[in-house]
């Protein structure tokens, strides 16, 4: 079942990266977060205009540009077998950041991934669907390793900080988020059922599997982080604004009632 567990949590990864990115550019604009994440807009829109090309599609402008994009966030491309075309496309996406992520941590995540790999279990995802309540237990003590494992590394080693960011930026942009989210859904989750399927076939895959287990766990438990911290001070930011609100009805009815 280790197979199944790793499609699930690939495609858990996808929503915590997309619904992130939607969280960041609702409070800072898609822009600012395109830059900000730039390793990761240049390998998915590299990769989703490679895709267009392929079908004799148009891919001019792009993301960052002052010309606009080749198409707009949200759009399905029009045309005979638009829909097809953005899967294809969000594919390749998907491809290219999980290559891109794959060899980033080949050449800078040694000491991190060895921290995950022999963890002993306490920063692991579990290879079998956990049962009721105890996925939240799991998800708790992934937590709590991440920001042991993170306090004890070397930050004064450049590929450290390197390191995080690269996998932050192509982890928040494995899903073609800036273009159609629903052809992307579609996509991963055929994708991920023929991984299965492969899987059920070849035993060996399976095996494979295994070894990109504490990468799958590392992105998984550091975009859960962002996404956990994102959302404390969203609330907070909406508390304020909310405490200042009420402070300056009340102000304006306590003048009110002191002209009347």
């Excluded at 960041?24 to 998915?44: A, E, N, Y």
């Excluded at 996925?135 to 306090?151: A, M, N, P, V």
Aim: hydrophobic share 50%; with cysteine; proline share 4%.
């Amino acid at each position: 079942m280790t197979y199944v567990a790793f499609s699930i949590w690939m495609y858990l990864i996808l929503l915590a990266g997309m619904g992130l990115y939607r969280l960041w550019t609702r409070q800072f604009g898609h822009r600012l977060v395109d830059w900000i994440l730039l390793p990761g807009t240049v390998c998915s829109e590299l990769s989703y205009a490679n895709g267009l090309l392929l079908l004799g599609r148009p891919a001019a402008g792009g993301i960052i540009s002052t010309t606009g994009n080749s198409y707009a966030p949200g759009q399905v491309p029009t045309g005979q077998f638009g829909f097809f075309v953005s899967m294809f496309t969000s594919l390749l996406g998907l491809l290219g950041c999980s290559i891109a992520l794959c060899l980033v941590t080949k050449w800078l995540g040694g000491p991190i991934m060895l921290k995950f790999a022999f963890s002993g279990g306490a920063g692991q995802l579990p290879t079998e669907l956990p049962q009721g309540l105890a996925i939240l237990g799991d998800q708790g003590r992934l937590l709590k390793f991440l920001g042991q494992t993170i306090t004890q590394l070397d930050w004064t080693n450049w590929r450290t900080p390197v390191f995080i960011y690269l996998t932050i930026c192509l982890a928040v942009r494995l899903g073609v988020v800036r273009h159609d989210w629903r052809a992307a859904l579609v996509t991963n989750a055929v994708a991920l059922g023929l991984l299965c399927g492969l899987c059920k076939i070849y035993p060996d895959i399976q095996g494979r599997l295994e070894y990109a287990w504490p990468l799958l766990t590392y992105v998984w438990t550091m975009l859960l982080s962002l996404l956990a911290i994102t959302l404390v001070i969203r609330g907070l930011v909406d508390l304020a604004h909310i405490i200042r609100k009420e402070g300056a009805a009340s102000s304006r009815q306590t003048a009110s009632a002191g002209a009347k």
